[in-house]
């Protein structure tokens, strides 16, 4: 007997899943360089961000020779309405991640790695300690590479956390807002937006050479006035780069797309976003947080030289 699947409920059901834009068509990955990957990840045992929450610019990424990088396991002790990744308990950290993911960068021959994670409400320090040694084992083994890490919250966790991080010294902390502050209850019902905005503002009181960034989804039900609200309260932290992309529902049983924003849409964002200060903004319906990260920094970089 086949089980009936009930969506999730909210005041609209937004757009349909089928009938998306023109621009948010995407060819399926299907490169030599895609298939390297993958096969060199499953011998390591990595996990890529890229994989577990579906990213739509997986072809072109990995055809290019970049990947971002998912620690601390596949499952997440948190269940957020937007996130493709895999939920419930999650297996011991593997202490021999640190060193497997230094050679796959060395194999790829990265020069930015991008390092995120799953929530780890299970452990004592979130896991800050393994993003430490990771970054510690990168620093050791290609020093030449840039570092930056996507960060889950540490929400009820020690602040030596954050210090614990901030000490191995990445050279972009990330951490997303994702949405705007009415929507968390149904988006992130297990964040606070004044927690994520103030973890992003101690990272920089903590490191103020870090470069520190952030991103939000748009199409979740929220307005635009809202939008500009999270990207004054993103400067008033110190926030330097922005990313601004079109959410895309995974699969019925999670949150609908209420608004699907069109490129003219989001290249006003991206003007708005710069005449408030960012350091730089990306901007458009495919990007993603780790979207063109490497050409992101280095154009950050190239712009407080001039």
């Known amino acids: 007997m086949s089980r009936k699947i009930i969506p999730i409920q909210t005041e609209s059901q937004g757009e349909p899943m089928a009938g998306k834009p023109a621009w948010l068509k995407v060819r399926a990955p299907m490169s030599a360089e895609y298939k390297s990957i993958v096969a060199m990840m499953r011998t390591l045992k990595l996990n890529t961000v890229c994989e ?18 998912m620690i601390l396991g596949r499952v997440c002790t948190r269940t957020c309405a937007f996130c493709d990744v895999a939920t419930g308990k999650p297996d011991p950290v593997d202490p021999d991640e640190p060193v497997n993911l230094a050679t796959a960068v060395a194999q790829i021959g990265l020069k930015h790695v991008v390092i995120t994670s799953v929530d780890r409400d299970d452990l004592k320090d979130g896991g800050a300690g393994h993003y430490a040694a990771v970054i510690r084992e990168l620093r050791e083994r290609q020093p030449e590479v840039t570092i930056e890490i996507l960060t889950p919250d540490f929400q009820r966790k020690p602040a030596s956390c954050l ?15 994702e949405t705007v502050p009415r929507l968390y209850r149904s988006v992130r019902p297990g964040a606070r937006y004044f927690t994520s905005l103030r973890l992003l503002q101690r990272a920089k009181e903590i490191d103020p ?10 199409g979740l039900g929220e307005e ?3 939008l500009l609200q999270v990207m004054d309260d993103m ?31 989001f290249e006003e964002l991206k003007y708005l976003a710069e005449k408030k200060g960012f350091g730089m903004v990306a901007s458009g319906p495919l990007v993603r947080s780790s979207f063109h990260a ?5 154009a950050l970089k190239l712009s407080k030289q001039k």
């Not at 901030?166 to 990330?174: E, K, L, S, V």
């Not at 959410?247 to 019925?252: C, D, E, V």
């Open 52 to 69: 577990e929450a579906s990213c739509p610019n997986i072809g072109g990424c990995w055809k290019q020779g970049s990947a971002t990088f």
């Open 163 to 177: 210090d614990t991080v901030m000490a191995a010294r990445p050279d972009i902390f990330n951490h997303n807002l």
């Open 209 to 218: 050479g870090v470069v520190t960034k952030s991103g939000v989804m748009v």
């Open 224 to 226: 635009r006035d809202e």
């Open 235 to 265: 400067r008033e932290a110190g926030v330097d780069i922005l990313t601004i992309g079109q959410y895309l529902r995974p699969s019925i049983n999670h949150h609908p797309v209420m608004k699907y924003w069109s490129p003219e849409e």
């Open 294 to 298: 490497d050409e992101v920094f280095a």
